[in-house]
T-cell receptor, first 112, second 117 residues
Framework: QQQVKQSPQSLIVQKGGISIINCAYE??????FPWYQQFPGKGPALLIA?????SEKKEGRFTISFNKSAKQFSLHIMDSQPGDSATYFC???????????FGKGTRLSVIA | GAVVSQHPSRVICKSGTSVKIECRSL??????MFWYRQFPKQSLMLMAT?????????EQGVEKDKFLINHASLTLSTLTVTSAHPEDSSFYIC?????????????FGQGTRLTVV
């Protein structure tokens, strides 16, 4: 059973546009919702994370929106830049343990 | 942020040989580290949990005799791919969580690209 469902699989956005990636989860016990950014040939790096006690968190051009009732959280990248082109993963903590379970990833391409 | 270092970043080995990958937490101690595997254009799949001073915990479907994990110190975990075959070619990534902050702070190594020829 998939712990977290991520969409879209790929995304092409014009430079300066808004990139939106969505994740839906099943387990209401999850209490930590991070987004990771991965460039080719590199390990993932934490981009931004949110706890369920807030509905939105913003860090620079990156915003997480969290909808507890819908069991969804999304990543918004404002003013998208070519340097943002990467694969983005949402993740949830594995129940009963600390490792993360990742979504399938979204390949973002920002074109000029 | 905390630093997790993985070595080597790339390795090519012949079929049938063994390869060791190291994962080090450089500025914190980690009683637990995690090993992931990632195929091209796919997500990270958890292989095993490495526990300092005790046996690793493997995910379902991961052969423990093929992927040997040793966590001999609070800053080092190693993954040895034994009798490697071309189908073991993949990107292996480790992660660790500093201190007692649990899953709130998961840091990843830079990954190891293994190619078995």
């Amino acid at each position: 059973q998939q712990q977290v469902k991520q969409s879209p699989q790929s995304l092409i956005v014009q430079k300066g546009g808004i990139s939106i990636i969505n994740c839906a989860y099943e387990n209401t016990a999850f209490d930590y919702f991070p987004w990771y950014q991965q460039f080719p040939g590199k390990g993932p790096a934490l981009l931004i994370a949110i706890r369920p006690d807030v509905s939105e968190k913003k860090e620079g051009r990156f915003t997480i929106s969290f909808n507890k009732s819908a069991k969804q959280f999304s990543l918004h990248i404002m003013d998208s830049q070519p340097g943002d082109s990467a694969t983005y993963f949402c993740a949830v903590p594995k129940p009963g343990n600390t490792p993360l379970v990742f979504g399938k990833g979204t390949r973002l391409s920002v074109i000029a | 942020g905390a630093v997790v270092s993985q070595h080597p970043s790339r390795v090519i080995c012949k079929s049938g040989t063994s390869v060791k990958i190291e994962c080090r937490s450089l500025d914190f101690q980690a009683t637990t580290m995690f090993w992931y595997r990632q195929f091209p254009k796919q997500s990270l799949m958890l292989m095993a949990t490495s526990n300092e001073g005790s046996k690793a915990t493997y995910e379902q479907g991961v052969e423990k005799d093929k992927f040997l994990i040793n966590h001999a110190s609070l800053t080092l975990s190693t993954l040895t791919v034994t009798s490697a075959h071309p189908e073991d070619s993949s990107f292996y990534i480790c992660s660790a969580n500093p201190g007692d902050r649990g899953h709130l702070e998961a840091f990843f190594g830079q990954g190891t690209r293994l190619t078995v020829v």
